[in-house]
T-cell receptor, first 113, second 111 residues
């Protein structure tokens, strides 16, 4: 049971480049979300999904897109990377039946030059 | 004012000490409260939920004070392995799943 997996672990981008951060979970969880973690800011919600085909914006959605075509996968797309998007990105999932426990992936460290 | 506020620390304590962290929240409508633990450069993991009646799990005790809008975490008999950052987490007022994370309190336990 892999839980929540994220790829890549590390990424360096140039300003203006686009990329997709991958997230997958094998627990059949309905709820998935993306957070970014910056020093002194705590984790902030970017986008979330309560099921396949349903997504919504979180606290800091600008510059990011998501889609949820399957229960397992929830990719995060950076459309045109900016230095302000340098951060650590965590994907999380939980069951709607027991939402108090969110399971986080190991994170993706992104540096935008 | 931040929605969830924590003292960033670090709290430096010797093994075997008792240490307590507080966390304040601004949204009086919040219903669910949690403590997560995050090791250096790792993902957060749920440590425990915080119930109105309090919650104890081994050496860890969590309390909720709704009147003063704060939650606390008490760690007894600290171990070296308790060294980590402890995140206070509160649900947002727009739904259970919109959790709001504090910036965390760092704990360092020394021999």
């Amino acid at each position: 049971n892999a839980g929540v997996t994220q790829t890549p672990k590390f990424q360096v981008l140039k300003t203006g480049q686009s990329m997709t951060l991958q997230c997958a979970q094998d627990m059949n969880h309905e709820y998935m979300s993306w957070y970014r973690q910056d020093p002194g800011m705590g984790l902030r919600l970017i986008h979330y999904s309560v099921g396949a085909g349903i997504t919504d914006q979180g606290e800091v959605p600008n510059g990011y897109n998501v889609s949820r075509s399957t229960t397992e996968d929830f990719p995060l797309r950076l459309l045109s990377a900016a230095p302000s998007q340098t951060s650590v990105y965590f994907c999380a999932s939980s069951s709607l039946a027991g939402p108090e426990t969110q399971y986080f992936g190991p994170g993706t460290r992104l540096l935008v030059l | 004012r931040k929605e969830v506020e924590q003292d960033p620390g670090p709290f430096n304590v010797p093994e075997g000490a008792t240490v307590a962290f507080n966390c304040t929240y601004s949204n009086s409508a919040s219903q669910s409260f949690f403590w997560y633990r995050q090791d250096c450069r790792k993902e957060p993991k749920l440590l425990m939920s915080v119930y109105s009646s309090g919650n104890e799990d081994g050496r860890f005790t969590a309390q909720l004070n709704r009147a003063s809008q704060y939650i606390s975490l008490l760690i007894r008999d600290s171990k070296l392995s308790d060294s980590a950052t402890y995140l206070c987490v509160v649900n947002g007022n727009t739904g259970f799943q919109k959790l709001v994370f504090g910036t965390g309190t760092r704990l360092l336990v020394s021999p």
